[in-house]
């Protein structure tokens, strides 16, 4: 009865290489999101997505790509990976998209890029 | 805009004692205010969360928090740490929606026995 479940939830991989996660959630949320956790725990926000919109932190290459076959799954594709792409990736999800709205977490991909 | 500073980066407590997490924010907004717990390899889960009702937000596991806007804080207190309650600690504040969400740098909570 996992509500927010990622695969895999670890990755190993070489520079340049294209890889994805995938993220599924069965809460009947209607926004999905992907954050990066940094080596010293912080949390960054890359994706929010709804059926309506997506919206993409502009800080984050263009490499990444979320990709929403249908309003359950929110999946990341990574492409020509790089060293400085090793982190955790979580997953999330929430009713709605406004301020008071919690995220549900997944339990993260750790990605190292060798 | 919205900030959040959490002041301590590791407290450690006894089991049984109390226990404080500090908190202190910045928001153009009248603020949603939350605090996540993670676990080791685990994802964050909301512990509680603040949004304009109750100043005092009581939450799971014996947590609760209270929103002081004089001091723009929203500190994290339990009266007696369990073992199990050792893990890392997010104060996450939210503005016009969860695209404005800005997670703390994370409290580590040691609790020895």
């Known amino acids: 009865d996992t509500a927010v479940s990622q695969t895999p939830k670890y990755l190993v991989t070489q520079m340049g290489n294209d890889k994805s996660i995938k993220c599924e959630q069965n809460?009947?949320?209607?926004?999905m999101y992907w954050y990066k956790q940094d080596s010293k725990k912080f949390l960054k926000i890359m994706f929010s997505y709804n059926n309506k919109e997506l919206i993409i932190n502009e800080t984050v290459p263009n490499r990444f790509s979320p990709k929403s076959p249908d309003k359950a799954h929110l999946n990341l594709h990574i492409n020509s990976l790089e060293l400085g792409d090793s982190a955790v990736y979580f997953c999330a999800s929430s009713q709605g998209g406004t301020a008071n709205s919690p995220l549900h977490f997944g339990n993260g991909t750790r990605l190292t890029v060798t | 805009a919205q900030s959040v500073t959490q002041l301590d980066s590791h407290v450690s407590v006894s089991e049984g004692t109390p226990v404080l997490l500090r908190c202190n924010y910045s928001?153009?907004?009248?603020?949603?205010l939350f605090w996540y717990v993670q676990h080791p390899n685990k994802g964050l889960q909301l512990l509680l969360k603040?949004?304009?009702?109750?100043?005092l937000v009581k939450g799971i596991n014996g947590f609760e928090a209270e929103f002081k806007k004089s001091e723009t804080s929203f500190h994290l207190t339990k009266p007696s740490a369990h073992m199990s309650d050792a893990a890392e600690y997010f104060c996450v504040v939210s503005g016009v929606n969860n695209n404005d969400m800005r997670f703390g740098a994370g409290t580590r909570l040691t609790v020895k026995p």
């Open positions: 809460l009947g949320h209607d926004t």
């Open positions: 928001s153009s907004y009248s603020p949603s």
């Open positions: 603040y949004t304009s009702a109750a100043t």
